[in-house]
């Protein structure tokens, strides 16, 4: 996995005065020493206008963030890999959705939400589970937490996705226990008929590849309700809005494999929300 730095990511441009940039230069003083504005830019399609932020800046835990926004409005989506850093697929998915170009809306990527454990290859930070720091009708335990969490609450977005991957298959009894090929969607906002429908657009393009069987099939996960402090339970507690935590497997699959299964639910994701990718 190639290790991008912010300052390889950043890019220099005229100001942003949409909306969107508006609301995003107010979140500068909610996040204080935790977000600082970046420059907007033109990228390679005309339509898309980008802005560059970093979370918890000058501190272990500086990250980039990705704004991207079409000349049409639409929804607006978060896209984050790197939750946790060992799991590299929705990592370089989430490098990858950066790209992407799309006519209406605006996608907002954290690519490395956690990282000094992408930069460690490890599941946790130096401050524990990220995943483990957002209790519903509370306030997040640390500081990048908090910063990750003000974030989206600027944001106000419609959709949260949150990418990872795990040792087995939800429901299967191939492999290990585990999450994979599984979309797991908040109990807000219509997300399990949302990521249902998702499935069986993933499952209907037979996108495994050939050596895999339909125990690879993308399934439907539990809806996330209550109050386990992950990312995808607060979104739907607090903020009411659509979340995913998407899974595939690491069970006898290679990195590029994970990648494109992770970019593609993503894709098909962004697509129910109203932005296509093209």
């Given amino acids: ?5 912010s300052g390889e990511r950043a890019t ?3 100001v942003v005065s949409t909306r969107r940039s508006l609301l995003l230069g107010a979140a500068t003083t909610v996040l204080g020493g935790g977000a600082v504005a970046g420059s907007a830019t033109a990228t390679e399609q005309p339509s898309i206008e980008e802005t560059t932020w970093t979370l918890r800046s000058g501190t272990r835990y500086e990250t980039p963030v990705y704004v ?3 000349a049409e409005p639409g929804e607006t989506v978060v896209v984050l890999g790197g939750v946790h850093g060992s ?7 989430a490098h990858s959705v950066r790209e992407w170009s799309f006519e209406r809306g605006t996608v907002v990527v954290v690519p490395e939400a956690n990282a000094p454990a992408v930069r460690e290859q490890t599941y946790s930070g130096p401050d524990g589970d990220l995943n483990q720091q957002f209790p519903p009708e509370g306030e997040p335990t640390t500081p990048i937490a908090d910063a990750i969490w003000s974030l ?6 419609t959709a949260v996705i949150d990418m990872h991957s795990s040792m087995g298959i939800w429901g299967s009894s191939r492999g290990p226990s585990g999450f994979g090929q599984a979309i797991f969607p908040g109990v807000a906002a219509d997300a399990r ?14 996108i495994r590849p050939s050596e895999y069987g339909s125990a690879y ?3 439907l996960g539990n809806t996330l309700a209550g109050a386990h402090p992950r990312l995808i339970h607060k979104v739907a507690v607090d903020l009411e809005c659509a979340g995913y935590l998407t899974e595939v497997t ?4 290679t990195l590029e494999t994970r990648t494109e299964w992770s970019e593609a639910v993503a894709a098909t994701l962004l697509e129910r929300h109203g932005i296509d990718v093209v």
């Fill in 1 to 5: 996995m190639t290790n991008r730095s």
């Fill in 152 to 157: 989206l609450v600027e944001l106000e977005p």
């Fill in 87 to 93: 799991e590299l697929a929705g990592i370089e998915a």
């Fill in 12 to 14: 220099a441009g005229g």
């Fill in 217 to 219: 099939e993308f399934t």
């Fill in 193 to 206: 008929s949302i990521a249902a429908r998702a499935n069986r657009s993933l499952n209907g393009r037979e």
């Fill in 68 to 70: 991207r926004e079409a």
């Fill in 250 to 253: 690491r069970h006898d699959t």
